[in-house]
């Protein structure tokens, strides 16, 4: 297993280039899960408990497992990342981290400190390593922020327009396909059967959800960034998208007069067919884009008399 690599003004002691890189991490990830545990012990639970008990949010309980295996799987390059620790910014990273929770602390905003926790993670990072291994991992330290629940204020201004959007999408596809549709506010009525979209059929969860998958995806497929940054800004329209499309199925059952039918497809069918769709839809998109791009024309072969040779015209 190849070792690390200090830099020639290194003034490391001899063992130091002798630590093997799996040992290194495992004891640096042991060192920083229990100062974590142990600063931030009661941010964590609570924020464990809140994403199990919140449906909107539940995604949020397998980023931190989607982490470690995207740092599991850049275990090679980190391997040869020159650990040179940055103090300086490391420290100054982790001041500002706990500036953010004294701020939550005393505002009574449990946001900010949950935001410290992912910067405070950010802070030992580049303290330990330095900011080559940092800048290898940005896109990793960034992708914990998805764990974290919104802001209620922010919640509530995406949550109830999500809602009245999906009401109002609902009923002209339904009326498009020729069913009788009155709506009373987010209550619609579909040839006599009643259905409410409540504030769970606004589409926040699935939209949450179709966010962590398109991030992770950017992450490991092989593509120019621009590549990547359509792809996660297009889970957007594709979770309400799809959102929608689990709607007009369910209100179209419910006029139908399956109600059983319509129950299960929305809370068990529709929540687990969604997700494999939003899926296919992003895999869909990458060879869209992939058609899209023309590769550089190739060079000319050269004659021997040192003149390109003509490329035949189809």
Known sequence: MAKYRYPSDSKARPYLAAVDPLVFWIAVGAASLGAMAWAYGSIIYDLAMELKRDENYSVGLLV?????YLVWRERAALGACRLRPSWWAGIGLLLVAQAVRFYGLVYLFESAMRYALVLTIAGLVLMVTGW????RLAWVLLFLFLMIPLPGRIHNLISSPLQSQATTGAVFLLELFG???HRAGNVLTVNGAEMAVAEACSGLRMLTAFVVVAATLAYLVNRPRWQKAVLLASSV????ACNLARLVITAALFGAGYSKAAETFFHDFAGLAMMPLAVFILAGELWLMKKLV?????SAPASSNGRSKAVPQA
Do not use: L, N, S, Y
Request: charged residues 20%; hydrophobic residues 55%; neutral net charge.
């Open 179 to 181: 069913a009788t549709v």
């Open 132 to 135: 080559q291994a940092f800048r």
């Open 237 to 240: 329209p594709i979770a309400i």
């Open 294 to 298: 023309i590769p550089d024309e190739k």
């Open 64 to 68: 931190p497992f989607v982490a470690v």
